[in-house]
């Protein structure tokens, strides 16, 4: 199974992205790190333990790592996750425990303890755990096999600012070092994952699983989707988060461009943008696979299959 650790804020997407890489063996989860984004990190830490407990997984090590971005103040997005950051069923206090060491450590060892290229980072939220640990250590940068990160967007611009994606907007000083890093990057922008729409029907059909978790995934949706519906009046929720797993499961889901993207770290009105060179009209070298569209039907029958495998 190909190793991945989860950098996450959640945030109910994140969830059925955790959900997901739980439900497939293709994948082996070493463990989550949690950062401050849809909520301060005290609320993600105790989401992460709650989702993992969900899915009877509390053997998963839960790292806390860093609770605001490099350089500024944290933006978070209650009005989208609500209070908690996983409004839409109340789940019971984790009696799991947060593991004591920090979460940029845990990516830091686990990097240097496992083969080089063998471990993946997916990330969820803001980049600050990630670009922590590539300051702290740089000898770990080369041994990344892949990053694969939701965030970013260029034809759908942004949703926090008029030209920035939350997660990159959040920490735009830890994203410009990541994308600068050399890791391979896969950057799935909102781009792909406005499509990513969930159907009544497949809600309908998640809430009738006989087990918790896809009960569960169709209260989070329902709240999530009432945010999209009144601000882009699109009509599901976007599963912006999953698509990472999905495209580490079937990459043949998506279509993109290996190109150029710079992260927007000073503009007046700009800050926090992904500088996507879509037609080619730099001599900026590629640096990532940015991702334009999924097979939504095919992504959605992915994850009925895989959440119908959890507790
Ligand atoms: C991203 O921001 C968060 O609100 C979501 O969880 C996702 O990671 C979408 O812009
Ligand atoms: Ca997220």
């Known amino acids: 199974a190909r190793k991945i650790i989860i950098d996450t804020d959640p945030g109910q997407d994140d969830a059925v992205a955790i959900l997901l ?14 950062v401050a984004g849809n909520v301060p990190l005290s609320r993600t830490e105790m989401n992460t333990r709650k989702i993992l407990e969900l899915a009877q997984r509390p053997d998963i090590p839960v790292h806390a790592g860093c609770a605001g971005p490099m ?31 920090h979460g940029v450590d845990f990516i830091i060892d686990t990097l240097r303890a496992q083969p080089a290229d063998s471990v993946t980072l997916v990330p969820i939220g803001p980049l600050t755990n990630i ?18 990160l939701m965030g970013g967007a260029y034809f759908e611009v ?26 391979p990057l896969v950057v799935l922008p909102l781009d ?3 499509e990513a729409l969930t159907s009544a029907e497949w809600i309908a059909e998640m809430r009738a699983l006989p087990n918790r978790c896809g009960p569960a995934v169709a209260s989070w949706t329902d709240f999530f989707e ?3 519906k009144e601000k882009y009046g699109s009509k599901g929720a976007p599963l912006h988060d999953p698509c ?16 150029n993207v710079e992260i927007e770290t000073q503009g007046e009105f700009t800050t926090g943008m992904t500088v996507a060179d879509w037609w080619g009209v730099t001599e900026r070298t590629p640096n990532a ?12 029958a992915l994850l009925s299959e895989r959440l119908a495998r959890l507790p």
């Open 71 to 101: 350089d500024r103040e944290l933006v978070t997005a209650e009005h989208v996750h609500g209070q908690s950051g996983l409004d839409g069923i109340e789940l019971p206090e984790p009696t799991m425990p947060l593991q004591e060491q």
């Open 244 to 259: 990472t797993i999905a495209w580490l499961l079937q990459p043949d889901l998506f279509t993109g461009r290996h190109i």
């Open 289 to 300: 696979l940015f991702i334009r569209h999924v097979d939504r039907d095919r992504l959605f």
């Open 131 to 148: 670009a922590t640990a590539f300051r702290r250590a740089p000898d770990i940068i080369t041994r990344v096999q892949q990053i694969v």
């Open 192 to 194: 792909a994952t406005h």
């Open 21 to 34: 890489a739980l439900a497939s063996p293709e994948l082996e989860l070493l463990g989550v790190t949690v």
């Open 226 to 228: 009432r945010y999209d």
């Open 158 to 183: 942004g949703n926090v600012t008029p030209a920035a994606e939350f997660n990159i907007y959040v920490d735009p000083i830890a994203a410009k070092e990541v994308f600068a890093s050399g890791v």
